[in-house]
């Protein structure tokens, strides 16, 4: 018989090293690794900012006093990766206040030069330059703060819908047609069949919901075809799914989504201050309830308070939206329902019982930006059907659905939430495509 | 101005019930709610047995205690959707020793009738016809405790992860190419160009560590063409994706992984007991090290033990990983690291040092089954080029990560874990299908 595991396990442990901010000035000798930030070349005196994930630290090499390792950083470059083991110092000068007396200094990777495009200088380049060049741009410690924070927001989400018992679920991507029809749907070739990447999980989770799921949210993608050209859409989109069953109404929905929200804005705030700290954003957390509005109100409110009217009467436009969020940002709130949208397009929308118009759909409005949309769902296969003949939906496409529904299903509703729009929305950046590390556009599919 | 939240929130809670198992016996008046799951009509006496997430509950209509209930109970029907008020009594039959007097018995959804697929009988039916009929499927305990196990064992995973710093990403799943080549990957018509489902995030994990992440990991999808008809492969794959820089060797990505599953496994063990009962399993977890073989003493191991050569000298085979799992789980190790997978074929894998053979590359194999790749990555981006070269790979489709790559990359590694088939192994499933909610193969594109 042999012997289990006989490769030795490795002995060495990661490469020694602690982050820069945890460098403090009276420690005893310490091993750090990270880009080479910034050069300074002083004369017989170099100064080396090097750069981790959590900060930058200065290295302070003297000819005199450590000739061998002063003649070695001659040949250092910008991002060069390097680890140094040194004695901690205070310095006034130094970022954070303290600096590395080198007593080792290793490269363990060459970059090549020129660089594309400057990391450490805050020089003004256009979006689109960054984005073709997003493998550094994602380098900028104020862009990973970005994506550091992006962690700790989605851990928060994901934590309050793990603690209130939802069931964590992945549906395919891959699908035969798609919640809302076919214009914006990406076209794939499924082995010899044509096949389509799916807008929406809405119709995987509803079947969940019938099949006595009760709970259920999902940290997926959506696809969608359009051929926009704005600073709030891209092509492939970071959605968060929620649905839940034995629901009175819409307003059950909107709770869930009230307070998971607040709840993950608020670890934020208490979780991600440097990250805030570099990105200058002062996170207000909305801590009262969120207003909720009819969308009467909201048309009225848009006539009277800036003469805007939207060019379809059944929907706020972006600027509708924007102006709304601006309203109720001034009065302390960031964020604010619409609830009750017109009940026409909707077949899976529950409508409100004595109003003609109004369905079971709301939308969160969040800094002006619409976030989500959601609602109460129509669960009764009869009736759907109905819609779907007045509509002309093509029902074939959602057999499988209306199917799998019409075997008792329980009241229920949900909603999807735009991640990447709400990470935009709270690190306050001016286009979506900078809150997703490779964006996909009508134009880019690369990186 | 108007007055912010001028609808009316909701006064009522989400429909009043509690989950059938916290029905105690000597509780008061209680409210449950959730498919009728089985009917037994006794002349005076009906018993109905109702199912929710959490279990089942007996709820009796007796004719002369309850006469106007029990008329109404006549007409209910296999997986309607109902709700009862009643008081729990204690009850030796009964399912969880505890039945319903009903006090108020309403129906929230009528079923459909027949169920092409039977919910509470223990029927044998074959795997294609559960899958048709999934929706229905889905409901049966014993198959709802896959995914809450499923939800269980991913909130520990990505928990280990949050709590040891990596950060949580989101690559994108439209691309150019693919990390290992053309033939199985799904083309998209992307606007008017033609682009491909992502077959693994590898190059933009990648990307990730020379941007100086360090540390990364993704809930993702994974898609792979290939004409397959076997147990353990679909079109469509749940992937855990790992990262992490400054690695000395891919043993510290062995450790991570090893010490991820083992938090991951204990967490289900301890947390998911009426799931592994459901589903009739004794979850070991593997609490000692996991062996490590060298990919030579495991083709040794399997010729001297069971005189099996695969048919490929450079891989193991599908019965390779299964007699060398059923090896050493005979000897209390599930989970066995095939380690150094000769390095052709993988420009982006590093070669051991003074081993003309041998790669950084390991597989591990769980329960027999190859649960994931991985490795030390090569970031030395000139001897990938060299590599590319004389393999005949297509440098042009690589340039972006090449490029990016080139400008100071710490030593790193990773891999990648099919979800999937984590699940199957550890639910005791025959089929990988088993372990996905809607699975997709070159014949199923719906539900």
Chains 1, 2 share one sequence.
Do not use: C
Not at 241 to 253: K, T
Request: proline share 5%.
């Amino acid at each position: 018989m042999m012997d289990a595991g006989t490769v030795s396990r490795n002995s060495l442990p990661m490469i020694e090293r602690i982050h820069t901010v945890d460098v403090e000035p009276d420690a005893e000798e310490v091993a750090i690794a990270g880009h080479v930030h910034e050069i300074r070349d002083l004369g017989g005196l170099v100064f080396l900012i090097v750069r981790d994930r959590e900060g930058l630290i200065q290295v302070v090499f003297k000819e005199e006093r450590e000739p061998d390792l002063f003649e070695a950083v001659q040949d250092v470059g910008s991002e060069d990766v390097v680890r140094v083991v040194g004695e901690p110092v205070e310095s006034g000068q130094a970022p954070g206040g303290v600096e590395l007396v080198p007593h080792e200094y290793e490269v363990l990777d060459e970059a090549a030069s020129p660089l594309p495009l400057e990391i450490a200088k805050d020089v003004d380049v256009d979006l689109s330059t960054r984005l073709d060049n997003r493998a550094l741009d994602l380098r900028k410690p104020e862009v990973l703060a970005v994506f550091t924070l992006r962690s700790k927001l989605m851990a928060a989400m994901e934590e309050w819908f793990d603690e209130e018992g939802f069931v964590d679920i992945k549906t395919p991507l891959i699908s035969k047609g798609g919640a809302e029809g076919g214009a914006e749907l990406f076209p794939i070739l499924y082995y010899d069949r044509d096949a389509f990447l799916s807008q929406s999980p809405q119709l995987y989770k509803q079947i969940l919901m019938a099949a006595g799921y009760e709970a259920v949210y999902e940290t997926g993608t959506a696809f969608r075809a359009e051929n926009f050209a704005t600073s709030r859409h891209v092509s492939e989109i970071a959605m968060f799914d929620v649905e839940l069953a034995y629901i009175e109404d819409h307003h059950d929905v909107m709770d869930v989504q009230e307070e998971s929200l607040r709840y993950a804005l608020r670890a934020v705030a208490e979780n991600a201050e440097r990250e805030l700290d570099l990105l200058d954003v002062d996170l207000e957390v909305p801590e009262d309830d969120f207003p909720r509005i009819t969308f009467d109100e909201a048309l009225d409110l848009l006539e009277t308070e800036f003469g805007h009217f939207p060019e379809d009467p059944t929907d706020l436009d972006t600027k509708g939206e924007k102006l709304l969020g601006e309203y109720f940002e001034e009065q302390g709130h960031p964020a604010v329902f619409v609830v009750g949208y017109p009940d026409e397009k909707f077949y899976y929308m529950q409508d409100v019982e004595g109003d003609e118009i109004a369905s079971r759909k709301f939308d969160l409005i969040y800094k002006g930006l619409e976030l989500s949309s959601g609602g109460q769902r129509q669960h009764n296969v009869d009736v759907m059907r109905e819609v779907m003949a007045e509509e002309g939906v093509e029902e074939a496409n959602f057999e499988f659905y209306l199917e799998a529904l019409d075997f008792g299903t329980p009241p229920h509703g949900g909603y999807g939430l735009g991640i990447d729009r709400l990470l935009q929305k709270v690190t306050g950046l001016d286009n979506i495509k900078e809150a997703i590390m490779f964006p996909r556009d009508p134009n880019r599919l690369e990186p």
